[in-house]
DNA sequence: CGTTCTATTGAAGAGTATCAAGCCAAGTGG
DNA sequence: CCACTTGGCTTGATACTCTTCAATAGAACG
């Protein structure tokens, strides 16, 4: 279900085919120079699936990408959310070892993959794909660390923590882009252990939360980073 | 306590140094001449820790390494076991993110880290290591499905299933080189629940264990991978 | 202003953790 | 060669965290 509704969201769009867009439109011929391509898509659309053939890489421009994989039975694991600036999709083999779609409106820069490209003969690009390898693998260690050892609390802790890190917001509230169902297939918990630990903290003074829910301020980081550890 | 245990068991000790290995001999030449040095280490050995600086990585020869990071009160998450051929301290910044010790009596191959090693502009060893780190990043991928979404008793099928691959026991008794509680650090149980899910698929059919119960055969791989999903 | 979607809250239940013995194999010293 | 010890594995009883199922509340949208 979730998945037909993505397919059907699926709006590739060349930038130049938008016309109220005059900044994306003045990075083109630099990014096409750099054969790069430039899509949109809407909210919950699918970038690729689980099994595509591997022929691109991506680089958020702007909005939020998710990557998951699913068990047979439906069970979701978001392995990353990914922001501007983050690199996803590389792969070893032919063919794409997840799932990616769209958590809000998102432009992508679309890399083709050069077999040299991986190697490394080929200077900045390639440079930069390494590094984004290894922070991913970094970010991985880290939160096998979190699904395998850290209780609810410590898990919405951390995870505040570190995106509110990511997404510079310094003070101020943090807008949460992806659902408490997101969340939860982030942290292995479900919705409502989700929503109960984040009124917990709430209740408890370390944060705090705008009507609608879908914003944080973090009050008091000091004790945010000791539940974290 | 672990790592006090450990530190006195460390053992690093050239190859040249020890009589008894005529294979080990032979191959030092060619070893040398690639700027790679061999240690040797006992089992629980620490082979380095989270903070050390990252000098040098290293190639699992014979033997098995573990990884793992610590919460402040002693939670262990073990990202992962290393087995002969696998890489593994390679590091994006200038410090180890987290701790190694041998599991058994292990040998290892040690690279000093050159600058242009990881960025690629020097073929086979580079190739190798970014190779590596593809694997390392797909592991761990795999491993948050299963520490966000799987069952114990999945978690143990899983867990079996990729050990047996990765160690090429064909059909026969595969050996456990590692602890139930090591087990249990890498899979996000504790030693009794990895007990009881051993115990439950050995009722089932599923699999078979000597008396002494370090080691197991497969004995229905369909099931498992069932069960793995 | 109702409809819909998401988030929250409540009650009950499942699965795993915790605490505590007990068991078994391997090693030790008499 | 055999008690004795030791360390790792298993088993049992109980507790607890998180899940599941169900209902309510609240915001967004037409």
């Not at 699926?10 to 003045?26: G, H, I, K």
């Not at 190697?119 to 096998?144: F, Y």
């Not at 509110?164 to 939860?184: F, H, N, V, W, Y």
């Amino acid at each position: 279900m979730q998945t037909a509704l993505a397919t059907a969201g699926l709006v590739p769009v060349f930038a130049t085919a938008l016309p109220n867009r005059a900044v994306a439109q003045a990075a083109i011929p630099r990014a096409e120079a750099r054969g790069e391509v430039r899509r949109t898509y809407v909210a919950d659309a699918e970038i690729f699936a689980e099994g595509d053939r591997a022929t691109t890489f991506y680089k958020v421009v702007s909005g939020v990408v998710r990557t998951y994989k699913l068990l047979s039975d439906g069970r979701r694991q978001i392995d990353a959310f990914h922001l501007p600036g983050d690199i996803f999709g590389v792969e070893a083999g032919e063919e794409h070892r997840f799932n990616a779609e769209a958590v809000t409106a998102t432009r992508l820069a679309v890399h083709r993959r050069e077999p040299r490209a991986l190697a490394g003969d080929d200077g900045l690009l390639a440079r930069d794909v390494v590094a984004a390898m290894m922070r991913s693998l970094e970010r991985a260690q880290d939160h096998m660390l979190l699904l395998g050892r850290k209780s609810a609390k410590e898990r919405i802790a951390s995870f505040l923590l570190g995106l509110s890190q990511r997404m510079a917001c310094r003070g101020t509230a943090m807008e949460l882009p992806m659902s408490r169902t997101d969340i939860a297939d982030h942290l292995g918990l479900t919705v409502e252990s989700v929503s109960r630990a984040v009124t917990q903290l709430e209740r408890d003074g370390l944060i705090e939360l705008p009507p609608n829910r879908r914003a944080v301020i973090l009050r008091d980081v000091a004790a945010l980073d000791d539940l974290a550890e």
